[in-house]
């Protein structure tokens, strides 16, 4: 008998040891890029997606409800022909038809 022989059984499992080890990391990087591509081309439809539905910011108003401004003095000024009263200007325009 070969002295050799079990040296040579032990190598021979071992190489058969890490073919399947390097069939098996071959098989996961497939799967890894795969997914890559898969998630690759959904971020693409994504952005797509999102672009085609894009619009202009809405206006964020700073406080929850809208305050109307303060009236000034000048807001209640009134014309002097505004505060004529419809009776008052029919007179004047009778007297004007009289004269």
């Known amino acids: ?4 022989w079990p040296e040579t059984a032990a ?13 098996l990391a071959q098989e996961a990087l497939r799967e890894e890029r795969a997914d890559k591509e898969h998630w690759r081309d959904e ?9 085609a539905t894009k619009r ?3 206006i964020i108003l ?8 303060t009236p000034t003095p000048e807001h ?7 505060m004529r009263s419809t009776s008052s200007v029919a007179a004047c325009r009778s007297k004007a038809s009289l004269s």
């Open 43 to 51: 971020a693409k439809q994504l952005r797509e997606l999102l672009a």
């Open 76 to 82: 209640n000024v009134v014309e002097p022909a505004m």
């Open 11 to 23: 190598l021979r499992a071992e190489v058969e040891g890490l073919r399947l080890a390097l069939s």
């Open 1 to 4: 008998m070969n002295p050799t």
């Open 62 to 69: 700073a406080a929850d409800e809208i305050i109307p401004p």
């Open 56 to 58: 202009e910011p809405e």
